[in-house]
């Protein structure tokens, strides 16, 4: 347990998705956005200006703000690791958006000099602790659907090229439908079943280039340098199989997870979003039946209360860089698979101080991120 009050923030990378986050952490009392910060100052000082946040500029400038204990790490993938060991070294704890880094190297990395300096890393997505996946790990939990046995998930588009306004990123490597929507899909599957055990999986590349189809860059073609259709079967140590699409090569828009267990199917929210719908069908039901979904629906950052609260506390965080380390080691090892054609194991962290992965508990169903609890 560390400090008192609310957890002073900074935002590294100002870009598409941080407008999301300081939208929701500006009404958060148990965090105050004190420096936002990005490789274009100017950019920084714009998001800076627009919510009210005191100190913009570099990268730097961020760590160097005292009052600063959490950084939020928004930049790329690519830049993840190399922003999160300064922060660390820095001695700011990191949470950072998806995926936690690059490769799994760079990730056990990243949570081994956290160990060492005595910080918590956690990490996107957050949206398993939304009121659409929480009320379906209760479900589960509770028995609605008896032992579970089978998932089925799929995400299908053409792509984010449509209304990104500078999506090359999502198409080099650490990017592709796997490493940018997959951790959604394989967070949820984690937080329901536990750990993944082993995978197989095979792949596809729609298009070699693709177009930017909004923004200043509209019209301009970039190259594709990963597979952007990823099918992928996984084992899990509870016992579950699940079967998995990734894919930005379709014109069928498509968002699945569809629970089966002994005594019926639970159809799971779109588990890019925090809300429902939540359906249940029973063996021998003729149809789907509604279920409760109770919880936050804050949108992005309540990941960041939560380990803000965990900071003040000393209990542990639940969308932890363990989790996140788990989720990347079973999407390099589906890539692996990819290459290889045989079937990959996503291998345990290098170092028992890392932490084995597990599912986390579900909040409790009055936990609410607005509230002010660190006073």
Request: charged share 20%; aromatic share 6%.
């Amino acid at each position: 347990m560390t400090g008192s009050g609310p957890v002073g923030v900074a935002l590294i990378g100002a870009g598409n998705i941080s407008g999301q986050y300081l939208k929701s952490l500006s009404g958060f009392a148990d965090v105050d956005v004190l420096a936002v910060a990005d490789i274009d100052p100017a950019r920084a000082a714009i998001a800076a200006e627009e919510y009210g946040v005191p100190v913009s500029g570099g990268v730097d400038d961020a760590l160097a703000v005292p009052e600063v204990e959490l950084v939020i790490n928004l930049t790329v993938p690519v830049a993840h690791a190399e922003v999160a060991l300064a922060a660390l070294r820095a001695g700011k704890h990191v949470y950072g958006e998806k995926p936690l880094t690059a490769t799994p190297a760079e990730g056990e990395k990243v949570l081994a000099e956290a160990a060492e300096l005595g910080l918590l890393v956690g990490n996107a997505p957050d949206t398993f602790l939304g009121a659409g996946i929480q009320s379906a790990l209760r479900a589960v939990r509770a028995g609605k659907i008896g032992t579970p046995v089978s998932a089925w998930t799929a995400t299908q588009s053409l792509g984010p090229e449509g209304w990104h306004p500078d999506p090359a990123f999502f198409y080099q490597p650490g990017g592709g439908p796997l490493f940018d929507i997959g951790p959604y899909y394989l967070t949820a599957l984690v937080a329901l079943f536990g750990p993944v055990t082993g995978v197989a999986a095979t792949a596809a590349r729609g298009r070699a280039t693709r177009v930017v189809g909004s923004g200043p860059k509209a019209g301009q073609e970039f190259p594709v340098n990963v597979p952007t259709h990823v099918s992928a079967l996984l084992e899990f140590a509870s016992g579950p199989r699940a079967n998995s699409t990734f894919s930005f090569d379709s014109s069928v828009p498509r968002t699945v997870i569809e629970i089966t267990g002994s005594e019926g199917t639970l159809s799971v929210p779109d588990p890019n979003m925090f809300e429902g719908p939540l359906k249940l069908r029973p063996n021998g039901a003729d149809d789907w039946e509604d279920l409760p979904v109770e919880g936050s629906s804050a949108g992005r950052g309540i990941g960041v209360v939560e380990m803000a609260r965990a900071l003040r506390s000393g209990e542990p965080h639940r969308a932890s860089g363990t989790l996140a380390l788990h989720v990347l080691k079973t999407m390099a090892a589906i890539s692996e698979s990819v290459e290889s054609g045989e079937f990959r194991r996503p291998g345990a962290p290098a170092s028992p101080r890392l932490g084995e992965p597990v599912a986390p508990e579900p909040l409790p169903l009055d936990w609410d991120p607005a509230a002010a609890t660190l006073l």
